[in-house]
């Protein structure tokens, strides 16, 4: 198999999500790009199995020489110019991505409609990549019918990413201020997004509802009539008890069991390493899939989510060996 690219690779989902690709499948050889050939190599000899290269995301052809090839193309910043997914078309690999959200996948959305069977196209701006999404799907297993589902993060203070995760932030934050939800069967644009997330701990932080993939593909995947996603930042659980930074994900569902009695549950995804394996595990989990390196053959070229690749099962089993938690309430 051609080496796997990852743009991006040196940063901190890039550099991790290689690391578990490689933890996982010790002979995938990977290629890590990144701004800096010095660290974009330190961090390919460390993997092993590796190379390193500069890319030109303002160039169709990223800068590469044309007899290079790759598996898959992974883009774990974001790419303004979305040539990296024009990459990955052009030479008919998957593509996977993490830096769009909700209010910049319309040019993904494009430019695979204009070109549906060029590539496999993976849209994981969810949520640390698809991780909350997929423990809140294993979660809905006892449901007969799901009504209501309300997801909260807990994310530290000290934990929001770097450079390129900050600048994601604010680019997100410029395009708007509006919340969505799934109200009453009807995806809603709210105005007041003030609220609040209880921690694993019992303590209440402020906290806003935004604007998100992961009520999209909540919705449409449970066919829940109300959905929302929330999201605080302040100092967590686990470093007020004397730990590293943790993260924590409040998944409230409501509904019925399958002979239809009422039913309701509500439980804890934590991790005490705090969001950054979250995030490499649900980007890992797409790559894998799309490859067909578990879980069955590729996949076929038209435009996917997470849910729609990744048994849930299949990511909780992951998540466990990840030292990530789930805690009943």
Known sequence: MDAVLMLGGTGQAGADTAALLRRWHPDLPLTIAGRDLGRARKVADELGNATAVTTDLSRRDLGLPTDRRHSAVVATLWDAHHNGLHYAQDHGVPYASISSALVDTSPELVAVAQRPTASPVLVASHWCAGTAVLAAL??????????RIRVGAILDELDTGGPAGNADLERWSTATTAGLVRRD????????????????DGRAYPAQSIAILDVTSLALATGADDVRFDMAVGESAGRRTGGRASVEVRIELEGTDRAGNPLSRSRYLVHSEGQRPLTALGLALG??????????????????????????????RRLDELGATFVDR
């Open 185 to 200: 069967g009807r995806f809603t644009w709210i105005a007041d997004v003030e609220t609040e997330v209880v921690s694993v």
């Open 138 to 147: 294993a979660s809905t297993r006892e449901f007969g019918r799901v009504d």
């Open 287 to 316: 790559v894998e899939r799309l490859l067909g390196l578990a879980l069955g053959a590729p996949i076929t070229p038209g435009l996917h989510t997470p849910e729609s690749l990744v048994d849930p099962a299949y990511a909780v």
